[in-house]
């Protein structure tokens, strides 16, 4: 189980880092200075759609994360800015491109292109 982002510093923070963009999300990461577990945020803004299509993106992107074991780094922080095409994406597609943008947010942190805060 992953640690979730709660407070909108953490959200700002990772705003600066790296960013990698698929189709059906934007997902930002930024280092820490610890090597404690990964923390992720969601983000669904109310463009996308009301209520409850924000909050079925999210319970989908929470249950991927949760689920898979996603090559998610320790000491690092993820938002995930989910689009509409998340909602029509099926599971199996959703996953590879987390994946895909996981591991590229990693190599671009590894090369020096991201802040460590």
């Known amino acids: 189980m992953l640690e979730r982002l709660k407070r909108r510093a953490e959200f700002k923070d990772a705003a600066k880092g790296v960013r990698v963009g698929r189709d059906a999300f934007t997902l930002q990461a930024v280092r820490r200075n610890d090597r404690f577990a990964p923390k992720v945020g969601f983000t669904v ?5 009301n209520a409850v299509v924000r909050n079925r993106i999210k319970r989908r992107l929470r249950a991927l994360c949760d689920c898979d074991g996603l090559p998610f780094e320790a000491g690092t922080n993820y938002v995930i800015l989910a689009r509409h095409a998340a909602l029509r994406a099926t599971h199996g597609e959703l996953s590879a491109a987390l994946r895909s943008a996981v591991e590229a947010s990693a190599d671009r942190l590894q090369r020096g292109m991201g802040k460590i805060s």
Do not use: N, P
């Not at 803004?45 to 759609?49: A, E, I, S």
């Open 45 to 49: 803004t109310k463009r996308v759609g």
